[in-house]
């Protein structure tokens, strides 16, 4: 199409996660082509039914970015619908305009990204889907044989190696629309995202959604802690990691931003590797999915399907309010409910406990993970998830059954973490606060199944059961 007529027609953009301008390909080619540019939001409510606290992370990455783009002239439209479907229903029926959006790499998103692209550009309407927010694209990173990588550490190399020899993406910038204009002539009250559950009032305390504070925080954390982060990541009770991951799923800052920033520090020690590390699990995870969908709804290995999982109301209650009686496991759920986030090596813990000790199908963790969860993100809850039962890709293997009392004696020996999400346990001893059933019963300010329940399993029995369950699978 001829670039003087695509100026002479309305730029929209299509926000998904994607809330910030620095690095927004789709929003900086549509104002450096079109002299006015709107952009708008569909959202589709029954896709946070399961996804309580991210709606309140939505409301505000909206309202804030809605300020933030009209500091360029441009109206954001948030427009609310059963699919999205629906609305290019309506966008077809419009005239003069061009659109463009940035790629979610999930199975559902990219495939509606072929058939739309396609129908847009049968009625000549002009059409372009910018890269999302990975460091390579989903597809892109095979083996020499042709086929996608089930391993984490040789896939990894590849992609490193991949995205340094492909070389950064320079950044274009976002201009200032001419005056702002609307396109769908429609936008439902803010007020009304908002999850009907109160806890998320809590949230505010922890976090603030924006691009700024997404930099800015990135920005610390690799002069200050970056460093430190080979040791420091596994200890709870210190901000020994980013915590950059609900800003990174809703997209206030591109994992191409956080490279570049860890790239500018001069040494680059263990701290630097086990952090680049994890943005190369986040690329394996999106990898996974794309190659294997089926992971979205089962394990990827299918000799996990007859696994015999145990269904008990009771437990999983216990383990979802943080009253398994195992401190560290229970912290961790607490620090989940209270702050919609949860320090990783204790999502490791809470989620092996839930899946051996308790042997409960991975899917219920899952999905009380994705209902919490500020930075729930779909390929890496599902993969960390496999990974820790045993039935996904480079899995932990089935003998690996996380110790919640070691864990917590080696993670937080002075119990710190513990005692911060759980109050009762204050006054616990540290020789006793990672296994307080053990105090005596002269111990006047605990006791034991009445300030702080008895554990609902005895770790050595549940191993046990568990490691015979595991064993069926070679069967």
Not at 218 to 237: H, W
Request: with cysteine; aromatic share 14%; net charge positive.
């Amino acid at each position: 199409m001829n670039k003087d007529i695509i100026a002479n027609n309305h730029g929209i953009v299509w926000i998904r996660n994607d809330f910030r301008i620095l690095k927004n390909d789709a929003l900086a080619y549509a104002t450096q082509n079109h002299d006015n540019v709107c952009a708008f939001y569909v959202l589709k409510k029954k896709d946070f039914v399961k996804r309580s606290a991210q709606l309140w992370w939505l409301y505000w990455s909206l309202k804030n970015f809605k300020k933030k783009l009209s500091q360029f002239n441009i109206k954001l439209e948030i427009v609310e619908a059963n699919s999205y479907k629906e609305i290019f229903e309506k966008i077809v029926n419009k005239k003069n305009f061009s659109i463009y959006w940035n790629k979610v790499y999930e199975p559902d998103f990219l495939l509606f990204d072929k058939k739309s692209s396609s129908m847009l550009k049968s009625k000549n309407i002009n059409c372009r889907i910018f890269k999302g927010n990975l460091l390579n694209e989903s597809h892109e990173i095979k083996k020499s044989d042709n086929t996608p990588y089930k391993v984490f550490t040789p896939f990894w190399r590849t992609a490193e190696k991949y995205y340094l020899v492909k070389g950064f993406n320079k950044e274009q910038k976002v201009k200032i629309s001419k005056k702002k204009t609307t396109f769908l002539d429609q936008s439902i009250n803010l007020e009304s995202i908002l999850p009907k559950k109160k806890w998320h009032s809590t949230f505010e305390k922890f976090w603030n959604p924006s691009e700024e504070t997404a930099l800015e925080n990135t920005k610390y954390f690799v002069k200050n802690s970056l460093s430190n982060y080979g040791n420091n990541r596994d200890i709870p009770s210190i901000e020994g990691t980013s915590k950059i991951s609900p800003y990174l799923t809703f997209g206030q800052i591109h994992v191409e931003t956080i490279w570049e920033e860890c790239q500018r520090i001069e040494i680059k020690n263990n701290g630097y590797r086990k952090y680049i590390n994890e943005l190369g699990w986040r690329e394996f995870s999106h990898s996974l999915i794309n190659y294997f969908p089926k992971m979205l709804k089962g394990n990827l290995r299918e000799d996990f399907d007859n696994f015999p999982w145990q269904e008990n109301k009771e437990h999983l209650i216990a383990w979802k309010k943080g009253m398994t009686g195992y401190p560290i496991v229970d912290a961790g759920m607490r620090e989940l409910y209270e702050t919609g986030w949860m320090h990783n090596r204790v999502r490791m813990v809470t989620a092996s406990f839930l899946v051996k000790h308790l042997r409960i199908h991975w899917q219920e963790g899952e999905r009380y993970f994705r209902d919490c969860l500020l930075d729930f993100n779909e390929a890496s809850n599902i993969a960390g998830w496999q990974w820790v039962a045993g039935c996904g890709a480079d899995a932990a293997p089935y003998f690996r059954i996380f110790n919640p009392i070691l864990q917590g004696e080696r993670f937080d020996p002075l119990g710190n973490y513990v005692k911060k999400w759980i109050p009762e346990l204050s006054k616990v001893p540290k020789k006793f606060i990672h296994k307080p059933w053990e105090l005596t019963d002269d111990n006047k300010n605990f006791e034991i199944g009445k300030n702080y329940p008895k554990p609902i399993v005895n770790h050595e029995e549940a191993r046990n059961l568990a490691l015979e369950a595991f064993k069926s699978l070679k069967k």
